[in-house]
């Protein structure tokens, strides 16, 4: 070991021991005193039983006063190697508390701590058996009618949601239904997940031809079973999809496939839901202690309402419900919106030789994919990242352990970068009147992505077809009526169409809440997903997390997840392990 | 590092760099005189083409006067850590030849080889894309009329076996060919696999239902895609099958399920198998240059034929048609045999409140599961052997280390203290009546299984039930002739019986050749399996490799593979290298 390392290590140590004295002995005006004043604990359930980001020193006392306590937080210990770059310490850490095991991350400048990520790994007497746990999966010896694995299995789908209830209903297959249900699953929670659609998967099957993973495949691992080391960076639609099937089976979820919900309330004196869904014709009463929405990070399509709608001859469609190109050969289409879906639907349409023109109703932020996995996930998610020996793990934490805070301040740099090596690119893209921004602060990507879910498109091929005018473009404009054979934009133009595309995007998560609970649960709750960062879609005041994702929400036992591969991988973790420490009736408070 | 690992790491770096030296200037005196008295050089490819134990100075130098002036090798390079203990010195090695990569280990005593094993691992231009090379899953940019993933896939499916011939065909689609198909598929080998059940997996199903892995987890594992950490130790038939189904899917494996073979034969004139299948109703000719029987390592059932069989009254099968024990409720059962499947069966049918006799004809080799574990799998599969770093890839490569020829000595005394530590068991199974053995050599489990690949027990139980006299034994006799309602041994007992179980065994894998394609060519093949170590079942002479088995056959283009998972998963990689070889125009001598 250097001398620097050496010397930073004594610093950590030092710091974790000091800490842990001080609040052992309440003394929480010396603990308090160890951070900056700009200081950030960002703490995933093992404080709080929440997901919270405390700023600032006041702020940490009073979560010091509220919780040390009855948590009891104990045994730091450095993990791994301290870093120490530009004055600024790094170490990972270990702890636990009075019911639970810790992994963290620590940020020293000058000695006190700037930055602190808290998180729960496993709850004692609850740990997953793996590796050296793992079962036995037969018992050696002789037993008078012993079930078999197939018989235990077959009896479990047969009694669970009929004669035994389950302890979680997951609402939503997809990929975070289904890396929540791994999870709880290996956490011994009786669950079922329902889906809407035939197969799982089929909510990746189900959209537009073309579409393939917009992020690449070291960031989009589930957990337990990460994809060979042959999968593609970009998986294609449908090869995720069987992959979620494959996952599902492998995983032994409990999953209701051609399944809806049609109700669910709250009964508060039994404290259960009450959950009737539609299995396959079915109608079945669910009655599980814990509902979780796992509809997708988006709500329902959000179809703007133009005159005319009802009159148009031809066909039209939100972008969800696009089927793919082929059957639109020579017909004029005119897509709405300028993101992600707009420009791949454009694309394809292009490549299957349909007149194709984008309304761009207002300014998008375009980021090349090269330049993303470039600049913005190489360094954590990449195969060079995995040859430096940066586990899927790894990655997950350094990511989760900058706070939401000041997190532009380590993006806008980034894309200060991106934008002068791509400027070629963003004038030629400018020049063909796109409209084009790097979110309000300059901050790129991916606070867009947390401060609206939306607003961006990761270029894999529509921009250049843009800036060489084979996807027409109206900009600053929208539609104004609709025609029975064309649609007239605000500047007058009037653009005939035989198709018209919505991709418009989605409403709130909590719409969901709404449709299948009652408006009145919804507004208690409030909106899902942004920071309150007081841009664009993300109204304050400032929340510091994600809004109701993945944490208790005003409504007792309902909880929200979603996001994208890597989010759901992640925070399922902290969702399941909430969700089991109920279960177990471990407090959690 | 110590002074002992340097000066050994320099005697190998020395003994490399001087063979190389010799082979170089075709020096095969220097060079076989590098070897001691008594050596072993096993080539899995690399050399020979072949899988070959190359054994003494004298057949040592034969192999490199044929094979060094084309294969050309070079490039001996230590891989990794070189080790030193009671004499012997072992270093991991890499190599190239002119067409390929290869991957080595040599035992140095005295200075001199002791033994040596080479290893292709891939062919120069013919790499497995995995990691930095792994495709892009989406050609990024804008293209007419591209195909996706999902039509790529349909249009191969449609075509390959009709429109286009696939290079290879594998007949039997269990664990055997599913693993050669995936890594046929990584090498871009167009390749179909015919199997008669329905789906993936269901030759493990369709077995009798109490059937579980006797192999440990990390013994199992199948390339490209391990089970995740939480797999049990032994797994249940139907969850393998289960896990076969989908890794077929995930590997995107061309497989023909419902599909059986009727015809095949070899076309001199345009050195292509014509192999007439059945399609689930349809009839197919394929074409393939290459055949692969995957049928099992064992042949056809072995039904011993007894006088009075067809006056039977009650019900008869061979172990393999036996469908698990619940209806044999209260009867009384005659199992003819005493390895594996004789005890799983009998056990079950105990346990299932059957009235259950044990035939024993002749005497069996049994070992505890744990004992197997602990004493000689632990060592190289056991989540200890994970701890220590070592990968199902290297504990592969130990494994194939050891030539066959010395094998027993490595072996005899660890079963030496096996029967020391477990007298008392085998104590109280004598005296029950059971009649042991440790192989006629007393070198145990592996190599009977190598020898004869039957002839013993791994317990999990049976031998208890054996011993408190639940499961009845006839030991050292035999069914003499059976009546309406019985059986007469040869000792004169009569047993009454409702059902008798034909646990008999197989023939050899080549009854297959002769059902499928002829009986001259299974007589030119001949056996399959075995060492020709000269033991029972295992006629001489010494052959030193398991007879025709992944290698090239007396029979041009027809290869036979199967073996437990630990073998399918090894022995696939060169038996696949080989056809992509042939695949690709490589001269294979």
Not at 12 to 27: M, Y
Not at 28 to 41: K, R, S
Not at 190 to 205: F, V, Y
Not at 393 to 402: H, L
Request: glycine share 8%.
């Amino acid at each position: 070991m250097s001398n620097d390392i050496t010397a930073a290590t004594n610093q950590v140590k030092k710091w974790l021991s000091n800490f842990n004295a001080a609040i052992e002995r309440r003394d929480f005006n010396q603990a308090v005193n160890m951070f900056e004043d700009d200081c950030y604990w960002r703490d995933l359930v093992s404080f709080t039983w929440d997901i919270k980001t405390i700023e600032g020193q006041e702020n940490i006392r009073l979560m010091l006063e509220l919780t040390v306590s009855h948590i009891k937080p104990r045994q730091w210990q450095i993990l791994g190697e301290v870093t120490s770059t530009n004055g600024i310490t790094e170490s990972w850490f270990t702890f636990e508390t009075e019911v639970a095991r810790g992994k963290g991350h620590i940020r020293l400048k000058n000695n006190k701590c700037w930055t602190l990520l808290t998180t729960m790994t496993e709850l004692k007497g609850y740990e997953e058996k793996a590796g050296a746990t793992r079962s036995q999966g037969v018992n050696h010896g002789a037993f008078k009618h012993r079930k078999t694995w197939l018989e235990q299995k077959n009896q479990e789908e047969a009694e669970l949601g009929y004669s035994k209830q389950p302890y979680c209903l997951v609402l939503g297959g997809g990929q975070g239904g289904i890396v929540l249900g791994a999870r709880l699953k290996r956490l011994e929670v009786p669950t079922i997940i329902i889906d809407k659609n035939q197969r799982p998967g089929d909510s990746w099957r189900k959209r537009y031809k073309s579409l393939c993973l917009h992020d690449p495949v070291w960031y989009d691992h589930l957990p337990y079973l990460p994809f060979p080391s042959h999968w593609p960076i970009f998986t294609p639609k449908d090869k995720i999809g069987d992959w979620l099937e494959s996952y599902t089976k492998i995983m032994e979820l409990n999953y209701w496939s051609s399944t809806q919900c049609t109700n669910a309330y709250f009964d508060q004196a039994t404290k259960e839901w009450v959950v009737t869904v539609n299995r396959d014709g079915e109608t079945v009463v669910l009655r599980p202690k814990q509902l979780v929405l796992a509809t997708g990070m988006s709500g329902k399509p959000n179809i703007p309402k133009f005159p005319g709608a009802d009159i148009f001859q031809g066909e039209q469609h939100h972008s969800s419900m696009h089927p793919g190109a082929e059957q639109y050969k020579g017909k004029k289409c005119v897509v709405v919106g300028s993101n992600n879906s707009a420009h791949d639907i454009c694309a394809a349409l292009w490549e299957n030789d349909a007149d194709v023109t984008m309304i761009q109703r207002s300014s998008t932020h375009v980021v090349n994919s090269d330049t993303v996995m470039k600049h913005l996930l190489g360094a954590l998610y990449s195969e060079s990242a995995v040859e430096a020996g940066i586990t899927t793990d790894m990655a997950d934490m350094i990511f989760a352990s900058i706070p939401y805070k000041i997190l532009p301040s380590f993006h806008i740099p980034i894309f200060e970068e991106i934008a002068k090596q791509d400027a070629d690119f963003y004038q030629r893209l400018e020049k063909a009147g796109f409209l084009l921004n790097f979110g309000e602060d300059g901050s790129g990507l991916f606070m867009t992505y947390l401060r609206r879910g939306s607003g961006y498109y990761i270029n894999v091929g529509a921009s250049e077809l843009i800036i060489e005018g084979k996807i027409q473009l109206k900009s600053g404009t929208n539609i104004d009526h609709i025609k029975e054979n064309s649609v007239v934009l605000t500047d007058g133009t009037e653009l005939p169409a035989d198709l018209i595309v919505y991709a418009t995007g989605y409403q709130s998560m909590n719409t969901w809440a709404a449709e299948l609970i009652s408006q009145e649960v919804a507004d208690k709750v409030g909106k899902c997903w942004g920071l309150g960062s007081g841009t664009t879609k993300d109204p304050g005041p400032w929340e510091g997390e994600l809004r109701n994702m993945w944490k208790p929400t005003l409504q007792e036992a309902l909880w929200f997840h979603g996001g994208n591969l890597h989010q759901s991988r992640y925070y399922s973790q902290f969702l399941a392990l909430q969700i089991k420490a109920r279960c177990e009736g471990i407090l959690t408070f």
